[in-house]
């Protein structure tokens, strides 16, 4: 099978490359120039555990290419999956698919025979109508069926995501289109995960609404810690008491800062402006949006609070500035909002991250990056831990920080308030 992912991004190289693996001819194609040079110079332009290695194999074996010839790619393709971005419009708070329409408009320019064109962005119910009106000429009738197949790959986790996912969704009525996907996931299908077949309208709502499900279950546990925090109980209690209930779950159920990242708050936004669009009313998903910005503000004050309302010159070292472990993604990271408020404060901030340093801070003199845990916790007033990295779980804050006045606020939930206590370090975690 001859596939064509356009989009080289989290979503379009993860899923390009297991294609690959899975014995597919697949060209991954972008516009970034400097993007495919780097992947045919051997760099990997995203932090993904276990991409690269994956990407040398299937290069090697000549089955996954690079290129910025999407015409010829299109051209010689089977399949063409759309992986290109979908952000937020920030004056209408819809998802902004100007980059899935140039796409159909090009794809609709070279349709020389059948293709199945997949729609992997997250897109808004009926956007796979539009890209069929644009493709629907009367020199491409028959020659194309246009499907929904989204992606629930999380990022860090990504390669296995992809490999054993618990669902494939595809959303099409086409005998045709849906028995060449359904081959084309076969390899991965039989490993336990469930295919399921739906309407294409359904699959782009099925992706939507799964995001903003979880959503809602990391903003629900994130309230409920703010009431722990007042009531003397520890949150990490309720997750698990409430989480061995297999109705309920215990997975995004961990309290912690706001969710933030590439998909969550843009996915939420688009889903009640789409809702909108059909006279209908999310009132849940629009308190969930609600909840987890004024999120931001509470974390900032409590911050405050912690150092006594004396900020000014402060030291303050942030452990991780992603929006989650395993991944470079700064996209609406929570840290995006405590930074520049605490610099407005006087503080100065460090920070390390072992996805490495981030352009977003570079205009600022006063956010400097630390190339190591050492040097990054040495002199601070308060080390905050933003991202769960498995190497911020075991620090000897003592040993890297002589200060007396030390304080550690977790906002993950790391460590053990107990033992904080004990070596002297005056510890502060999220819902207890
Ligand atoms: P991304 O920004 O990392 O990648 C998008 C890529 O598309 C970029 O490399 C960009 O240069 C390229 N592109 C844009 N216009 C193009 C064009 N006309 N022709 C060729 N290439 C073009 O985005 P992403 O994170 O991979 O997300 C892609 C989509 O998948 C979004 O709709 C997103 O919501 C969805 N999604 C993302 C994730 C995730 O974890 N990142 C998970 C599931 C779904």
Redesign the pocket.
């Known amino acids: 099978m001859k596939i064509c992912v356009?989009?080289?991004?989290?979503?379009?190289?993860?899923s390009g490359t297991c294609f690959s693996e899975i014995g597919n001819n697949v060209a991954c194609?972008?516009?970034?120039k400097k993007?495919i040079d780097k992947l045919n110079n051997g760099f990997v332009?995203?932090f993904e555990p276990g991409l690269e290695e994956l990407i040398k194999r299937n290069v090697k074996h000549k089955r996954l290419n690079f290129s910025s010839k999407?015409e010829d790619n299109i051209k010689s393709s089977d399949i063409v999956f759309i992986?290109?971005?979908?952000?937020t419009n920030k004056k209408s708070n819809q998802?902004d698919l100007k980059?899935?329409f140039?796409?159909a408009k090009?794809i609709k320019n070279n349709l020389n025979k059948y293709k199945i064109i997949v729609n992997?962005?997250?897109?808004p119910v009926t956007t796979g109508d539009k890209i069929e009106k644009i493709l629907n000429t009367k020199k491409n009738k028959n020659k194309f069926d246009v499907i929904s197949n989204?992606?629930?790959?999380?990022?860090g986790e990504?390669i296995r995501d992809f490999m054993y996912p618990d669902r494939v969704v595809i959303g099409s009525n086409s005998k045709k289109a849906n028995s060449v996907m359904k081959n084309l996931y076969l390899p991965i299908l039989k490993k336990r995960s469930r295919y399921f077949n739906c309407s294409r309208r359904a699959a782009e709502l099925i992706?939507y609404a799964s995001n903003a499900f979880l959503a809602t279950k990391i903003t629900f546990i994130n309230e409920m810690a703010n009431l722990c925090e007042k009531s003397n109980i520890d949150v990490k209690d309720i997750s698990i008491g409430m989480g061995l209930d297999e109705r309920i779950g215990d997975r995004f159920l961990r309290a912690g800062p706001a969710y933030g990242?590439?998909?969550f708050p843009?996915?939420t936004r688009a889903l009640v402006t789409t809702a909108k669009s059909f006279n209908t009313d999310l009132s849940i998903v629009k308190t969930v949006i609600n909840s987890n910005q004024n999120r931001n503000n509470l974390l900032n004050k409590r911050i405050l609070k912690l150092l006594n309302n004396k900020i000014n010159n402060k030291i303050i070292t942030f452990l991780g500035v992603t929006f989650k472990a395993g991944?470079d993604?700064m996209?609406e990271s929570p840290c995006l909002d405590m930074i520049p408020f605490l610099l407005k404060k006087g503080s100065t901030i460090k920070y390390y991250d072992p996805s490495g340093e981030k352009t977003n801070f570079f205009i600022n003199k006063n956010v400097k990056f630390s190339p190591n845990i050492k040097d990054a916790c040495n002199g601070a007033d308060l080390i905050i831990i933003h991202t769960e990295w498995n190497e911020f779980k075991q620090i000897n804050f003592r040993k890297l920080n002589k200060n007396k006045n030390l304080k550690v606020f977790d906002l993950r939930n790391l460590y053990s308030p107990s033992l904080m206590k004990k070596i002297n370090i005056r510890y502060y975690g999220i819902g207890r």
Do not use: H, M, N
């Open positions: 356009i989009g080289t991004g989290y979503v379009g190289l993860v194609v972008d516009i970034d993007k332009p995203i999407i992986c290109v971005g979908t952000p998802a980059q899935v140039k796409v090009l992997k962005s997250t897109v989204p992606e629930f790959l999380r990022e990504a992706k990242g590439s998909c843009k996915d991944t993604d996209r």
